[in-house]
């Protein structure tokens, strides 16, 4: 198992230009997360989903947009990238509430 | 909203002592479950220790134990006989109704 993978791990954006992070799981986890760490802080739920086609905002959520068709997939979209969106993103997944979470190895975002 | 607080943003030990991190937790919901990450440079998420609410007895992992005290809304983690690889940053997490929330993490420093 691959576990949690995402791509890209780093990239530079323009303020304005719009983006998609991956985020994919092979372990046929439900629930998936979307987080933001800055630097220095805790992670901060941008979105989730508790299964494909479910999804909810977490609390973070302005300037990004998620989907869930399948259950492997989560991706993350922002939109009109703002200096304010640079972080490193972390996505995450667990097959139930009660479980770890595993995390992906994240991707850092710069918007300059 | 649910909050986790985690009161020491800087703590260190010397190497084979005992340290204790602290964090709190506000919640109006009965079913909840608790976590302790551990995020060293490499910035990969690694669960330390988890504990179901329900369960009144404290989680142990080794040399990681908890002090899970329910009515105080307290889970404390404590690092017995601390290793220079224990050097990292902490975060203690809550999980319900499918959301986490993270604290803003505990720098934990361990002296040679």
């Known amino acids: 198992n691959a576990g949690v993978t995402q791509t890209p791990k780093f990239r530079i954006l323009k303020i304005g230009q719009s983006m998609t992070l991956q985020c994919a799981q092979d372990m046929n986890h439900n629930y998936m997360y979307w987080y933001r760490q800055d630097p220095g802080m805790g992670l901060k739920l941008i979105y989730y989903s508790v299964g494909a086609g479910i999804t909810d905002k977490g609390e973070v959520p302005n300037g990004y947009n998620v989907s869930r068709s399948t259950t492997e997939d989560f991706p993350l979209r922002l939109e009109l990238a703002a200096p304010s969106q640079t972080s490193v993103y972390f996505c995450a997944s667990t097959a139930r509430q009660s479980y770890e979470q595993y995390f992906g190895p994240g991707t850092r975002l710069t918007v300059t | 909203a649910q909050t986790v607080t985690q009161s020491q943003p800087e703590m260190s030990v010397q190497e084979a002592e005992t340290v204790t991190l602290s964090c709190t937790y506000d919640?109006?919901?009965?079913?909840?479950?608790l976590f302790w990450y551990k995020q060293p440079p490499s910035r990969q998420m690694i669960l330390v220790i988890r504990q179901e609410a329900y369960k009144q007895q404290n989680a142990t992992e080794n040399r990681f134990s908890v002090n899970f005290q329910k009515a105080a809304k307290s889970f404390s983690l404590k690092i017995s006989d601390s290793q220079l690889g224990d050097a990292a940053m902490y975060f203690c997490a809550y999980r319900a109704s499918g959301k986490s929330t993270f604290g803003d993490g505990t720098t934990l420093t361990v002296k040679p």
């Open positions: 919640t109006s919901e009965s079913d909840y479950y």
